[in-house]
T-cell receptor, first 118, second 114 residues
Framework: DAGVIQSPRHEVTEMGQEVTLRCKPI?????LFWYRQTMMRGLELLIY????????DSGMPEDRFSAKMPNASFSTLKIQPSEPRDSAVYFC????????????????FGPGTRLTVL | GDSVTQMEGPVTLSEEAFLTINCTYT??????LFWYVQYPGEGLQLLLK?????DKGSNKGFEATYRKETTSFHLEKGSVQVSDSAVYFC?????????????FGKGTKLSVIP
């Protein structure tokens, strides 16, 4: 299994530019999560999807952030326009709820995208 | 709402020392509890888990016991190695309360020196 795949691994952009982060969850997983990690705020959940449907986006910081999951194998997180305070590591994670009788939500994380906005 | 509190870091230990990282939680019902580890430059990996009271999770020499009476899930290892240097996150999942997300603590950075 390839695990959760994220691209790009590093992104450097200038303030005001659009940034798109991509995630491919583990095949068969039906829940997908986007997190942001910074030194100041730690690990924050931005949004999560269940069966491609956004369930809770209360962690999305503002309207500049949007996330989509057009199918079970792909999700994007878009920032438009980007600002220096968006600089962080963005993680995607996936889990399989209910598979094999599991009642807990073990999440598998991707390697992250390190975003730097100048 | 649910919350997780873990000890502030950083923690610096000599190789072969005993490790304890404290974690307490606040949650309704019967959450599942987790420890995740993040090695430098990588994403988080599940280290161990416990799904009900008095369960002991263990992996790679690390252990944690789900203590409902004290709402705690402290991480321990008898003899740490340099390779254990990482950030450790305590987390809970409260699927029984209808929440399908993980609630994380702020993380504790561990540095093990030879």
């Amino acid at each position: 299994d390839a695990g959760v795949i994220q691209s790009p691994r590093h992104e450097v952009t200038e303030m005001g530019q659009e940034v798109t982060l991509r995630c491919k969850p583990i095949s068969g997983h039906n829940s997908l999560f986007w997190y942001r990690q910074t030194m100041m705020r730690g690990l924050e959940l931005l949004i999560y999807f269940n069966n491609n449907v956004p369930i809770d986006d209360s962690g999305m910081p503002e309207d500049r952030f949007s996330a989509k999951m057009p199918n079970a194998s792909f999700s994007t997180l878009k920032i438009q326009p980007s600002e220096p305070r968006d600089s962080a590591v963005y993680f995607c994670a996936s889990s399989s709820r209910g598979a094999g009788g599991l009642s807990y939500n073990e999440q598998f994380f991707g390697p992250g995208t390190r975003l730097t906005v100048l | 709402g649910d919350s997780v509190t873990q000890m502030e870091g950083p923690v610096t230990l000599s190789e072969e020392a005993f490790l304890t990282i404290n974690c307490t939680y606040t949650a309704t019902g019967y959450p599942s509890l987790f420890w995740y580890v993040q090695y430098p430059g990588e994403g988080l990996q599940l280290l161990l888990k416990a799904t009900k009271a008095d369960d002991k999770g263990s992996n790679k020499g690390f252990e944690a016991t789900y203590r409902k009476e004290t709402t705690s899930f402290h991480l321990e290892k008898g003899s740490v190695q340099v390779s254990d240097s990482a950030v450790y996150f305590c987390a809970l999942s409260n699927a029984g309360a209808g929440s399908y997300q993980l609630t994380f603590g702020k993380g504790t950075k561990l540095s093990v020196i030879p």
